[in-house]
C-alpha cells in the first residue's frame, strides 16, 4: 500500500509565500517523476510543476520564476516553494508520483488527497 501526504497548505496575503511538502510511504521500490497540480473550484486540475528521479523540472507558464520544486529522494519527498502568491493560486494542491512497488514491481501513478492554499488580495 503506497500513500501520498500533503502538508504546508494556508491562507496567505498576496506576494507572500508558502512551502508545499509531500511525502510518499509503503512498500516503495523506486520512485520516478513526482509533481504537485492544483485544481481551483468550477476548474479543470491543471499541471503546476514535475521533477525527475534525475531533477529535471518543467513548470507551468503561469508559476515560472515564482514556484521551486525540488525532491529529496533519500526521504521520498517532494516540495513546492511558492513565492510571490496571486489570488488567482487559490486552489487545492495535489501531489502527484509515479512509485514502483515491492510487491510487484509495476509502477502505478498515485495522487495525494491535496492541501488547499488561500491567497488573499
Known amino acids: 500500500q503506497v500513500q501520498l501526504v500533503e502538508s504546508g497548505g494556508g491562507s496567505v496575503q498576496a506576494g507572500g509565500s508558502l512551502r508545499l511538502s509531500c511525502v510518499a510511504s509503503?512498500?516503495?521500490?523506486?520512485?520516478?517523476?513526482m509533481g504537485w497540480y492544483r485544481q481551483a473550484p468550477g476548474k479543470q486540475r491543471e499541471l503546476v510543476a514535475r521533477i525527475t528521479r534525475g531533477g529535471s523540472t518543467n513548470y507551468a507558464d503561469s508559476v515560472k520564476g515564482r514556484f521551486t520544486v525540488s525532491r529529496d529522494n533519500a526521504k521520498n519527498t517532494v516540495y513546492l516553494q511558492m513565492n510571490s502568491l496571486k489570488p488567482e493560486d487559490t486552489a487545492a494542491y495535489l501531489c502527484?508520483?509515479?512509485?514502483?512497488?515491492?510487491?510487484?514491481?509495476?509502477?502505478?501513478?498515485?495522487w495525494g488527497k491535496g492541501t488547499l492554499v488561500t491567497v488573499s488580495s
Open positions: 509503503g512498500n516503495i521500490f523506486t520512485i520516478n517523476g
Open positions: 502527484n508520483a509515479d512509485i514502483t512497488t515491492t510487491s510487484d514491481y509495476i509502477t502505478v501513478n498515485y
